[in-house]
């Protein structure tokens, strides 16, 4: 594509709009396209693209600026991650900032401290410096700094996996089947899907293959009662739905009726009929305690710190704080007992997060264990395995971009082996 001035102003304008980070990047982003509805799909692509990239890059970006604005970052940017030409952008740029960009040309990321090699946060490397090294927290560091695949859900109600593939490949989109999930498309590019016939008619979704595999460690059964308890715009209680073949019955509770209002028009396009959407006011809500003891199976896809999203949500690095994970940790434990409250015996509860911190994971399951000895854990790999999925992460599921090429996802699976008591 033809780079040129407005282009560069408009990327430096988004950048000014998104970057104060008082609304979540993607949420601000589509605010700032509506706002500027003469742009072009191409020049959307690349400003949405320069904002992401800068945002992943932003540490390294800021220790190359002078001084930091908009400008800087986005010059810095354009040179240093998108391997553009100095003469390419002569005509744009004054020449003290002409001399900066070739001066920073020969700066490496590896001449900084860890920190900013891995684009995390102080705080966070020394979080991570409890249980990792420090090689290790460069390698996810880099890998978060990637952008995601688009990976895709088939929603098996309506089509094949086979059938799916077989058309997105004559439009010539280049797609392949996912290793793991039996019902995940791995899309190369970023294709307009949401406005392709095969998502519109409800045989397509948009889910990463991490969160497709969580529905298979879950394994409901056709006709069983289901509780996806924190189900947000529902992208799994629609996976659950479909491997129950739409039989049975799935709640799908939140405290977010927003989340669940667009749940709706997912919930309409997929053929599904045996989900019930219920707002809850919280754990505690009478809608969730009178299920005591009466579920199959429970999913707790808990609201967590979302650092194993990083690829596509990179300005969590600064909406996320020790204090706010220690706000979540409680709320972790909360709805994880309240949530098991509701399995019957020999039911199945999977407790997942999009986190690799172990204080929102093992340390919140083992947490509940200890005081819950009628609890107990099943191992992830052999239920997944059961699933002919051979993906041995140990005990508990974790999925990290660099090894699965996922997002960052941990899951434990347990099961309830007393005969519940009533309220
Ligand atoms: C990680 S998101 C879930 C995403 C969703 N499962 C999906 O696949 O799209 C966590 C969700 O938990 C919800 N939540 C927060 N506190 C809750 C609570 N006390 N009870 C139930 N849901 C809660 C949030 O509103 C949010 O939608």
Known sequence: MHFNPSLLDAVIVAIRTILPLEYPADAAMRRFFQDHPMLGAQDRA????????????????????????????????????????????????????????????????????????????????????????DTDILDLGISLQKSAPLDLRVNTILAKRDEVLETLKQEGIDAQATPYSHCGIRVAGKPAINRHTLFLSGKIEVQDEGSQLLGYLLAP????????????????????????????????????????????????????????????????????????GKIDRVLVDAPCSGLGTLRRNPDLKWRQSSQSINELKAKQAAILAAAANLLKPGGRLVYATCSFLPEENQAVVNEFLAANPQFSLLNCAELLSQQKISLDTGEFLQLSPQLHQTDGFFAATLTRKDVVKAE
Request: glycine share 6%; hydrophobic share 45%; with cysteine.
């Open 46 to 133: 690349f400003i949405a693209e320069a904002v992401f990239g800068i945002l992943r890059h932003r540490f390294f970006l800021e220790s190359l600026a002078k001084i930091e604005t908009p400008r800087a970052l986005t010059l810095a940017y354009l040179v240093k991650l998108q391997g553009m030409n100095l003469r390419e952008l002569t005509s744009m740029i004054s020449e003290t900032e002409a001399k900066w960009l070739a001066e920073i040309k020969a700066i490496k990321p590896d001449m900084f401290p860890l920190a900013i090699q891995a684009e995390f946060p102080a705080w966070l490397v020394e979080k991570l410096q409890c249980f990792m090294s």
């Open 221 to 292: 059964k056709r006709g069983e009662m289901v509780v996806d308890f924190c189900a947000g715009a529902g992208g799994k209680s629609l996976l659950l739905g479909a491997l129950m073949n739409s039989k049975g019955r799935i709640y799908a509770f939140d405290v977010s009726e927003k989340r669940l209002n667009n749940l709706k028009p997912r919930f309409k396009r997929s053929g599904l009929s045996n989900i019930h959407i219920q707002r809850i006011t919280n754990e505690n809500d009478i809608k969730v305690k009178r299920l005591a």
